[in-house]
């Protein structure tokens, strides 16, 4: 059984930094994509950062250089470092799965809530 679970969120003021993490169990991450996604009250969700099999990073216009998104292998998690966090950047932010040839699938984390107050 695949599962995904996301910590790290919380409270911060604008400015302020934030590290998600997502642990996973049942699969192997390291050659699979993996992406970071939020969704915003009364919004779709959207797709924040995502990291290919091989390294390689892709970001939402609106977090591109103030969010990296990184992989530990050998402790199996992803992470989305968050700096310079503005109010709109609040949601509850989620981890997805995808295969290793690149497409999405409907694993998802719990989420984490992400709060930035002005």
């Known amino acids: 059984q695949v599962t995904l679970v996301e910590s790290g969120g919380g409270l911060v003021q604008a400015g302020g930094s934030l590290r998600l993490s997502c642990v996973a169990s049942?699969?192997?991450?390291?050659?699979?994509?993996m992406g970071w996604y939020r969704q915003a009250p009364g919004k779709q969700r959207e797709l924040v950062a995502s990291?290919?099999?091989?390294?390689?990073?892709n970001y939402a216009d609106s977090v591109k250089d103030r969010f990296t998104i990184s992989r530990d292998n050998a402790k199996n998690t992803v992470y989305l470092q968050m700096n310079n966090l503005k109010p709109e950047d609040t949601a509850v932010y989620y981890c997805r799965r995808g295969t290793p040839t690149g497409i999405w699938t409907d694993y998802w984390g719990q989420g984490t809530q992400v709060t930035v107050s002005s």
């Open positions: 990291i290919s099999s091989g390294g390689s990073a």
């Open positions: 049942g699969s192997t991450l390291s050659i699979r994509r």
